[in-house]
Structure formats: C-alpha cells, structure tokens
C-alpha cells in the first residue's frame, strides 16, 4: 500500500490504556485519506503486535509503527512488518548505519520508512548523506517542547522544493489553523494526536481536519 494522493490525516495514538485505544480506533471513520499511527508510548506498552488490533479494525488503513529507532535499524523494521505496520518511524538521531540498514530492510518487506527530525540540528545534512531518501521525512516537535519551540515553516519548504518525491509529514500540538499552515508550507501529512484522541467527539473532529485537506486539492 503506497501513499499516491497526498494530503493525508494520520491519527497518532500515544495512549497506555487498552481500552480507550480500542474506542478511539471504532471512533475513526473509514477513509483513504486517513493513516493510523501506533505511537511509541503505545507500542512499547503492548508491543508490536498492537499494530495488527489496528489492522484487524482498520484492515484497508495504511498503518505506522512509531518506534523511533536508534540502533539495529533492520531488525525493528523487520519487527513493525511482521506485526502489519505499511511504515516504520526511525529517529534521525540514529547512526548513519542504522538510517541505511533501515531503509535497506524496509526496501526487501516492500515498507516505507518515516524519516523522524526531531531534535536533529541539520536536516538538510543529513539528507544529503543519504543515497536513498525515506518515503516521508517528518518534522517533528515533541510534546515537552511545546510552548518552547516553533515549527521550522521555511525549512519545511525547503525541504520539500528540495526533495519533491518525498512526503513531508509535520507533527506536534498542530490544531486546525497551524495544519492549514502546515499545509500551504508543504506538507503531505498532517499528524494529529490529542486533538482528536482526547475529542469528545472523535468522528466529528476527524471529519474537520479532512475538510481542510480537501480545501489543498
């Protein structure tokens, strides 16, 4: 399954608790445009095999694996494919090598790999130093520095000018009005956590951030 028709809503789900992933999974409608996230918290709370709940609910959902790889890069990546993620997330913050054998390993199970900048000083560096460039590059503030740090907007259009045949994703505390942004600066998938997960009415707020994707095509 290959993302083709950007722009694209993923649902991160950064949860602990069992039970309220389940409801909020039952919560999100059906669409092509939008990706399921098995964020980090999540997966080393349940394990990997936590992304096939989301594919057994979600069969036709194009899936991630947040694992925020930073060393034996094949090896999680073999570990996100078996358990059914379409991508894997890896830190830029890993060794060269482990970047490479990711993409290496991503490239044999016929997976994408989710390029994650957070905290990376140089960007553009490092991409340069790739021979091959990831499926998504992600600009990613976290959650701790959130209030403390801006999303690097000009960077992200330049990364994107510069690396057109990759999907730009952004994530960290995006509302609807930083995701138009997000948008207009480039973007291809927008990442949204709390402000659905912790909706009171998950479909419905879903529903407005694929409104404002239809509103860029």
């Known amino acids: ?52 709940k989301i594919k057994e609910l979600h069969n036709k959902s194009y899936a991630i694996a947040d694992m925020k790889t930073l060393d034996v890069g094949w090896l999680e990546v073999q570990i996100g494919a078996e358990a059914g993620a379409n ?9 060269i090598e482990t970047i490479i054998s990711s993409l290496q390993e991503a490239e044999k199970r016929d997976v994408d ?58 994530a960290g505390g995006l509302s609807l009005e930083t995701s138009k942004k997000a948008l207009n600066k480039g973007a291809d998938i927008i990442i949204i956590g709390r402000a ?6 998950i479909s419905n707020e879903v529903t407005k951030f694929l409104e404002i994707l239809e509103k860029r095509n």
């Open 196 to 201: 659905i997960t912790q909706a009171k009415d």
């Open 1 to 52: 399954m290959k993302l083709l028709k950007p722009p694209y809503l993923q649902i991160a789900i950064d949860l602990i608790s069992y039970d309220s992933f389940i409801e909020i999974i039952k919560s999100i409608p059906f669409s092509e445009k939008i990706l399921i996230e098995a964020g980090t918290p999540l997966i080393k709370k349940f394990g990997a095999k936590i992304i096939k």
């Open 87 to 95: 991508a894997i997330a890896i830190s830029g913050l890993a060794p």
């Open 113 to 170: 790999i989710v390029l994650d900048l957070m905290n990376v000083s140089e960007p553009l560096t490092l991409l340069k130093s790739l021979e091959e460039i990831p499926q998504i590059i992600l600009f990613h503030r976290g959650i701790d520095q959130e209030g403390n740090k801006e999303h690097p907007w000009e960077l992200i259009t330049e990364v994107k000018k510069s690396y057109p045949e990759a999907l730009i994703a952004i």
